[in-house]
């Protein structure tokens, strides 16, 4: 009784030896499948994203040659509108000029002389002279005073200067390129800051422009792509922190840390 009640217990021993192996060869597989799954995935959600940062450093360069083309006619544009005020402005002063000149004339009177002085007038005709000189004034002053300059201050060459100070937030494929370290100056949140200190600073450098978006045209469609090239900049570096986020992500030997993220970049 005793050697069956042995041997049986043998035999669903080695038939529970030979489940357990089937069962581990069965699942072992999977597990291993699932992993390559994943690596796979994440490598081609990761070039997915590289090819989407790809696409918006093409258009923000495309961006970037509008504003350059569209700042000399914005120059143009409001240099001619400038000249058509002034014109405007001196003629109605001028008119204001003559007006006051013959209200001097009239409260002189027929004093009128080669050798005329003031003693000559009465109080009463030096004070009114002399309100007729201050009310033409009044009005010719705010004329001639508001005549601005023919020629803008400001330039392509000023916004070139502005642009390379921020090189490594409008070339994006030389920040995160070959010599990428995974440093803290460029994380792209960091980055994404300094994104806005670009705008406000390329806004500046042509502000003889952007201060005339509220009455020119081509000052308006000049803001406008400065804003939409920083709106790109900054879809740019959301996308790369996805890359990077990815690459670090994927489990594999080859590429690790800095390079596994100089690949994604790169290929």
Not at 75 to 87: K, Q, T
Not at 207 to 217: A, D, F, H, L, P
Request: proline share 2%; net charge negative; charged share 15%.
């Amino acid at each position: 009784m005793g050697e069956w009640g042995s041997g049986v217990t043998t035999q669903s021993f080695h038939k529970m030896k030979y489940l357990y192996c089937l069962v581990l060869a069965c699942i072992i597989p999977l597990i291993q499948s699932e992993t390559v799954f994943t690596h796979r995935s994440s490598r081609y959600n990761a070039q997915s994203l590289h090819s989407a940062a790809s696409s918006i450093d093409e258009r923000m360069q495309g961006i970037l040659g509008q504003i350059r083309s569209t700042i000399p006619s914005s120059i143009s544009s409001i240099e001619s509108d400038i000249a058509v005020l002034n014109i405007r402005k001196a003629f109605i002063g001028t008119m204001n000029l003559f007006g006051a000149l013959f209200g001097i004339r009239g409260a002189i009177g027929d004093n009128l002389s080669p050798d005329f002085t003031l003693k000559q007038l009465s109080f009463g005709d030096q004070l009114n002279a002399l309100s007729q000189a201050m009310y033409g004034f009044g009005y010719v002053g705010p004329f001639y005073l508001e005549l601005e300059e023919a020629r803008l201050d400001c330039g392509l060459s000023d916004f070139d200067n502005a642009l390379r100070e921020y090189a490594y937030v409008t070339d994006f494929s030389t920040t995160y390129g070959h010599s990428y370290t995974g440093s803290s100056d460029t994380d792209p949140h960091l980055l994404t800051y300094y994104v806005i200190k670009m705008k406000h600073a390329l806004k500046r450098s042509i502000y003889c422009i952007t201060s005339r978006k509220g009455s020119n045209q081509e000052a308006v469609i000049t803001n406008s792509l400065i804003d939409l090239y920083a709106k790109l900049a900054t879809e740019r570096l959301s996308l790369t922190d996805g890359i990077l986020s990815t690459s670090n992500n994927v489990e594999n030997p080859t590429y690790q840390g800095a390079s596994q993220s100089q690949y994604f970049f790169n290929k």
